[in-house]
């Protein structure tokens, strides 16, 4: 497909359920349900959400107006932010043109911080369903589930980086543990993580849903500069924690840098806060990365930042195996931008089973290794890397469809509100 095709068919709003397949689902669901459920009897989704870590807000959006499109079999969804937050004028005509309401909820006397306002559900706002994405909001859900008699529903994805949230550092695996026990249904992002969280909830018999995120429209509509500048720019997103230099694989990438040995390469870093800047210009200049070849930014603020950004870099590298996803990965792939990341990253797994998914990972921690495959890159013609960079776009958009991985979540969702045992696997395919 082509990349203007694949544009346009990302800007359609199509509804998955119409035909065949969508019927033979819908009937499936009447019949399970032994003719109590109605189109006028829909299930409410409500997803909480916060702006603090805004390259983590572009899931839960791009989630709710996923889950929206199943608003023909009775799914109606509802985005709840504190009132506070900030939503552009792109999110808030695309959310509410796909359906999803945005709900805010009012800031309370004596509560700071914005997040605890999500703890009150707003009283014109009911739900069958809540879904918190990262711990802190799946705390909030389990509330939620208790206080209001509702399900709910655990995404195990926290933060930009799949490191920290807020203040905490490296999230605590038995912490996530008890959350995904305490939930209806466990949803873990990713190969990597859902293996790794499956492994540990054997025991007390819990199933985990497999989430791999697709691609993010957007980001798929932006235009790319048709000839290349004197100098490479390549990007690379990590914390604000200078602690974390090494686990981050940005050790990793300015020993890249250094091995290039060419003026010409420039890595602009982003993530560090403005009382860390100095310290992460020491380690990568300590690395060997010479400070004009060096720029290091704050996390971004606006969403527009984040797509100028992708639009003034060359390519994107993801340098740490330890990543249990990597959403600005995803983004920059979404951006139609040339990508490399590291093989044993969740990210890296999930582009494993993608046609050509392969040329985009590394499986080393040598730094020759990763220079070399800068290198190829960067001598590839413009035009070429980037229809190459669209074509991977549209491979992984073909393999981690949010149809098909919505499909099945939505069947369990059926089944936790209605108490049917199934969802006839016949008719997800048909849908698929």
């Not at 009937?27 to 399970?32: E, L, N, R």
């Not at 990262?134 to 799949?162: F, M, P």
């Not at 606006?302 to 195996?321: H, N, R, Y």
Request: contains cysteine.
């Amino acid at each position: 497909m082509k990349e203007d095709e694949y544009t346009k068919s990302l800007d359609k709003n199509q509804f998955i359920f119409e035909g065949e397949g969508g019927q033979c689902f819908l009937k499936c669901v009447q019949a399970q349900l032994n003719g109590t459920y109605s189109l006028g009897k829909p299930i409410k989704v409500t997803i909480l959400a916060n702006e603090c870590d805004l390259i983590s807000s572009f899931f839960p959006e791009e989630l709710a107006r996923q889950l929206a499109t199943f608003t023909q079999i009775g799914v109606e969804v509802s985005l709840l932010v504190p009132e506070n937050t900030q939503i552009d004028d792109w999110s808030k005509r695309s959310l509410e043109e796909n359906g999803v309401t945005i709900v805010k909820a009012k800031r309370r006397p004596g509560f700071t911080d914005p997040f605890d306002w999500l703890y009150y559900q707003p009283e014109d706002l009911k739900t069958d369903i809540v879904i918190g994405i990262g711990t802190r909001l799946a705390k909030i859900a389990q509330h939620w589930k208790e206080r209001y008699q509702c399900k709910n529903i655990y995404v195990g994805l926290d933060s930009l980086l799949g490191f920290y949230i807020g203040e905490e550092t490296f999230v605590d695996v038995d912490f996530r543990k008890e959350l995904s026990v305490a939930a209806n249904l466990p949803v873990a992002i990713g190969p990597k993580t859902t293996d790794d969280l499956s492994a540990s909830l054997r025991p007390k018999g819990k199933q985990v849903f497999n989430l791999t995120p697709g691609i993010t429209r957007e980001f798929s509509n932006l235009t790319h500069a048709t000839n290349d500048g004197r100098n490479f720019r390549v990007l690379l997103v990590g914390g604000d924690n200078p602690d974390n230099f090494q686990e981050e694989g940005l050790e990793l990438a300015a020993e890249t840098m250094a091995e290039l040995n060419d003026k010409s390469y420039h890595l602009i870093y982003v993530g560090a806060r403005k009382e860390t800047e100095k310290q992460f210009a020491n380690l990568f200049q300590q690395c060997g990365v010479p400070k004009r070849q060096l720029t290091i930014r704050s996390l971004l603020k606006t969403k527009q930042e984040w797509k100028d950004l992708f639009c003034e870099v060359d390519l994107a590298i993801m340098p740490s195996g330890d990543k249990e996803f990597g959403l600005e990965a995803l983004l920059a792939l979404s951006a139609g931008l040339p990508v490399l990341v590291h093989g044993e990253s969740g990210f890296g797994e999930a582009l494993r089973d993608v046609t050509f998914g392969t040329s985009a990972i590394v499986d080393s921690d040598d730094a020759r290794e990763w220079a070399s495959r800068i290198i190829t890159i960067r001598e590839t013609d413009r035009k070429t890397r980037l229809e190459q960079a669209a074509m991977l776009r549209s491979n992984y958009d073909e393999k981690y469809s949010w149809k098909k991985q919505l499909t099945p979540l939505v069947a369990m969702m059926f089944s936790m509100v209605f108490g049917m045992v199934f969802i006839s696997s016949f008719s997800l395919t048909m849908l698929l």
